[in-house]
C-alpha cells in the first residue's frame, strides 16, 4: 500500500514528542550538587550536659534573735574573714537576756585569757614586767641625774616630748595587737602572721617608751638631800614591783593547767553564743553574694541577713544519668559555654562523681561536679552553664561531614564526584560528632571531593575549612539518582 503524506507527517510528529520526551528526563537528571573535600582534623565525642554555676563552699546567715538593725558594715562583692562581724543589732532593740550577756561573756573571756598558755597571756605579764623593769631603771636613773644636772632647758624639753610621742606609739601598738588577738589560733597563716608581726611592733614600742622615759629622767638635773632621799625610796619601792612581775612571769611557764583551759573554754563559748545573737558574723572565708540586711530594720529570728560564697573555685553541678555515667569519671576534661556569653568555651574538668545515685520516680542520676578552671569576672554564681564532656576524641584523622554518610543494605557510603558524576565509596566510620565523623577504614582519600547535602558554619569550622576553600561552588553532574542527598 502506497503510505500518503499525512501518514508520514504524523510519524514524524509522533517521533519529535517522543524524542522532546526523553529529552526532558535527561534535564532532570542534572542536579546542583555541594562538596567539601575530605580533610584530616580532630574529632570528638562529646556528651551534653545543663547545670548553673555554684561556689566551692557558700553559707546563708540569719538573724538569732529579734530586734532593730543598728549598722552593715559590708556591702554586695566585699571580701569577708571567718569570723567576721558583718551587721548589728541596736542594744536598745535587744531582750534582755541579750542584753544582759555582755558581762558574762567578757568575764568568761578574760577567765580563759588567765588561764591560756599563749603569747597574747604572756605578751600582758611582759608588758607588766617590762613596765616594772623600766620603772625601776627609772628610778635609778633619776636619783644619779638628781646629784648633778646633765642637759640644757632645750635638751630635757626634747625628751619630755619624745616620752610624749613614744607613750602614743605603744598605746596605738597595743591596741592593734588586741585587736588583733582572737587570731592567734587562726587556722589561716595570714591571719597568724599578722598576729605576730603587731606582737614584735607592741614590743618594740613598748621599749622605744621605755628608753625615752630613762632619758627624760637622766637628763632632767639634780634634786636636794630631800629629793634624794625621795628617789632612794623610789627604787627601794621600783625593786620590789619588779620583783614580784618577775615571779608573775616566770608562773607562766607552767599554765595552762588542762582541767582549767577546757573549763575556761566552755564558759567562754556558752557566753559568746548568747552574746553573738546580736550580731551577724561570718562562718565562712568569702565574698558577700547577697544582702538582707538594711540599717533601721526591723528583722526577727531566723531571717535572711547575708549570703556568702568562697569564689576562689567556681563549679556547675550536673545530674548525669545511669545511662552515660559510665561514660564519666573523675579528671575528665569538659568545655562550658555559659547562656549568657556563648562566644566563649571555658575550660573544665571532672573533680567528683558521686558514689551513688538518687532516684526520682523511675529516673536515676548521679550528682558530678565539673569545676570551671579559669574563670573571670563574666562568670557568676547562678548563670546557666552547657558542659560539654569529651568522652573521646582523634587527631589527624580523616574527616567527612556527618550528613555526608548514607546507608544501604548494612553498608555505610559517601558519595564523591569524579567530574562527571558520582561514585559511592564505602566506608568505615570512627568517632563521630554533632558535624563531623571520622573515616577509619575504606577507600576514601584526603581531598576527595565529598557530596554533601547543605553546609553550613558548624561544619566547616570542625572540618577546619574556610569558607573561601569550602568549594561551594555549584557542579551540573549527569548522573543516576544521589542516593542519602535530598
Avoid at 503510505?3 to 526523553?22: A, D, E, N, V
Avoid at 563552699?57 to 540569719?62: C, K
Avoid at 621599749?207 to 634624794?228: K, V
Amino acid at each position: 500500500m502506497r503510505k500518503t503524506p499525512g501518514k508520514y507527517f504524523l510519524i514524524g510528529l509522533l517521533l519529535l514528542l517522543i524524542l522532546s520526551g526523553c529529552a526532558g528526563k535527561n534535564n532532570d537528571s542534572v542536579k546542583e550538587i555541594q562538596t567539601l573535600p575530605a580533610s584530616k582534623g580532630s574529632v570528638r565525642h562529646v556528651v551534653t550536659f545543663i547545670g548553673n554555676v555554684t561556689s566551692g563552699q557558700s553559707a546563708s546567715l540569719t538573724w538569732k534573735t529579734n530586734g532593730v538593725i543598728d549598722s552593715v558594715s559590708v556591702k554586695l562583692g566585699d571580701q569577708v574573714m571567718e569570723g567576721q562581724i558583718l551587721a548589728e543589732l541596736s542594744t536598745d532593740s535587744l531582750s534582755a537576756n541579750v542584753i544582759n550577756a555582755e558581762i558574762p561573756f567578757i568575764n568568761a573571756l578574760e577567765e580563759l585569757e588567765e588561764v591560756l598558755d599563749s603569747e597574747t597571756a604572756k605578751a600582758q605579764v611582759y608588758k607588766e614586767l617590762k613596765d616594772k623593769e623600766a620603772a625601776l631603771e627609772k628610778a635609778e636613773k633619776y636619783q644619779e641625774s638628781l646629784k648633778y644636772p646633765h642637759a640644757t632647758i632645750g635638751d630635757i624639753k626634747y625628751w619630755s616630748e619624745q616620752v610624749d610621742y613614744y607613750k602614743k606609739t605603744y598605746d596605738d601598738a597595743k591596741q592593734s595587737f588586741d585587736d588583733a588577738a582572737s587570731w592567734r589560733n587562726s587556722p589561716n597563716e595570714s591571719d597568724f602572721n599578722l598576729y605576730e608581726s603587731r606582737r614584735k611592733a607592741m614590743l618594740t614600742a613598748l621599749n622605744n617608751y621605755a628608753e625615752a622615759y630613762n632619758n627624760y629622767l637622766y637628763y632632767s638635773g639634780h634634786a636636794t638631800e630631800n629629793e634624794m632621799e625621795q628617789a632612794a625610796a623610789d627604787i627601794d619601792k621600783a625593786q620590789a614591783e619588779y620583783e614580784k612581775a618577775l615571779k608573775n612571769f616566770r608562773t607562766y611557764e607552767t599554765y595552762p593547767r588542762e582541767k582549767d583551759l577546757a573549763a575556761a573554754q566552755l564558759k567562754l563559748m556558752n557566753a559568746q553564743d548568747t552574746y553573738n545573737q546580736r550580731n551577724i558574723v561570718s562562718s565562712i572565708n568569702g565574698v558577700v553574694t547577697e544582702i538582707n540586711a538594711r540599717e533601721g530594720d526591723y528583722v526577727t529570728q531566723g531571717a535572711a541577713a547575708f549570703r556568702l560564697d568562697n569564689i576562689e573555685h567556681l563549679y556547675v553541678p550536673m545530674d548525669v544519668s545511669e545511662i552515660d555515667i559510665d561514660l564519666v569519671h573523675d579528671g575528665m576534661r569538659a568545655m562550658v559555654v555559659l547562656d549568657a556569653n556563648t562566644k566563649k568555651t571555658y575550660e573544665g574538668v571532672v573533680r567528683n562523681v558521686s558514689a551513688s545515685g538518687t532516684t526520682s520516680g523511675s529516673r536515676v542520676t548521679f550528682e558530678t561536679m565539673v569545676e570551671i578552671l579559669e574563670p573571670d569576672e563574666k562568670v557568676k554564681i547562678g548563670m546557666t552553664a552547657e558542659v560539654n564532656l569529651v568522652v573521646d576524641e582523634a587527631e589527624d584523622v580523616l574527616l567527612v561531614p556527618v550528613n555526608a554518610l548514607f546507608t544501604e543494605n548494612g553498608v555505610t557510603y559517601v558519595a564523591v564526584s569524579n567530574g562527571t558524576g558520582t561514585n559511592d565509596i564505602p566506608v568505615t566510620v570512627g568517632l563521630t560528632s554533632d558535624t563531623v565523623a571520622e573515616i577509619s577504614g575504606g577507600y576514601l582519600r584526603e581531598g576527595d571531593a565529598v557530596v554533601v547535602p547543605s553546609i553550613d558554619n558548624s561544619i566547616l569550622k570542625d572540618m577546619g575549612i574556610s569558607s573561601a576553600d569550602s568549594g561551594q561552588e555549584s557542579e551540573d553532574i549527569i548522573a543516576g539518582p544521589l542516593r542519602g542527598i535530598n
